[in-house]
């Protein structure tokens, strides 16, 4: 079992040298690897600390031209880690990152710009509290589903990232929704999320799943065994696994 690409790579066109590598020390290692495709895909801009700055997604993609030219061996997409930002499901995608990326990945991260301060209280500090108070786990847990959910129904995601990881999601909702948009559900290798139990209860669904890197230094790209093993587990049949051969 082999991965044959990876959509989930940080560069160093995140901010505060969030990923390390270069893209084009991105794409030697992954042709090095053997890797088919890849997807460039830093934090959108409304994170923050590490997101890409607004004004360099362009940059970006004029960077994966120049080397989709240079290393035709490869195919090379740019995306973002889109991030969301408020329990409408409002992102950081925007008309910029539209334009310019192949491939839209979103997420929730901790370090996003909320919308309202009421937002940023249920997403930061109410989780937080759930994490000792059963009633308000469950009652985060349905606000967090929703926003997610949301976002997926308001904007065309490819794939989503590390479901469940930071704040508790109801999977089984968000698996139902996935099958509805078409969104690929990101066990992250990085990341304990998908874990075994949830990819069993997101399995009942029509969805398909890729198995993400997560990386933000070259030598982690390609790097699939926590994700393979999670899959293995949940005895998901792995053909679902749309980029593993
Ligand atoms: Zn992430
Ligand atoms: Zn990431």
């Known amino acids: ?29 992954a042709v090095e690897i053997g890797l088919e495709e890849i997807a460039v895909t830093d934090h959108g801009p409304a994170h923050y600390l590490y997101g890409i700055g607004w004004n360099k997604i362009k940059e970006a993609k004029d960077k994966v031209l120049e080397m989709r030219e240079k290393y035709p061996e490869i195919s090379i997409l740019l995306g973002v880690e889109a991030n969301i930002l408020d329990y409408k499901g409002t992102t950081d995608i925007c008309d910029e990152v539209m334009r310019y990326c192949d491939i839209i990945l979103c997420g929730y991260h901790v370090g996003a710009l909320f919308s309202s301060v009421g937002d940023a209280w249920n997403f930061a500090v109410m989780n937080r509290i759930g994490r000792k108070n059963a009633a308000v786990f469950e009652k985060m847990k349905e606000k967090n589903t929703q926003a997610v959910v949301n976002a997926m129904n308001k904007y065309k995601i490819n794939i989503l990232t590390h479901p469940g990881d930071k704040i508790p999601v109801n999977i089984d909702l968000i698996a139902m929704t996935a099958e509805k948009t078409g969104t690929i559900l990101e066990i992250n290798n990085s990341h304990s999320h998908l874990n075994a139990e949830e990819i069993r209860i997101a399995a009942k669904y029509n969805v398909k799943f890729a198995i993400n890197s997560d990386s933000h230094i070259k030598d982690n790209i390609g790097s699939f065994a926590r994700g393979l093993k ?16």
Not at 1 to 23: E, F, P, Q
Not at 238 to 243: A, E, G, V, W, Y
């Open 1 to 29: 079992m082999k991965l044959v690409a990876d959509y989930h790579i940080h560069s160093t066109y995140s901010r505060r040298n969030h990923g390390k590598s270069t893209i084009e020390e991105i794409v030697q290692k």
């Open 230 to 245: 999670a899959a293995t587990d949940a005895e998901l049949d792995l053909t679902r696994i749309i980029n593993l051969k």
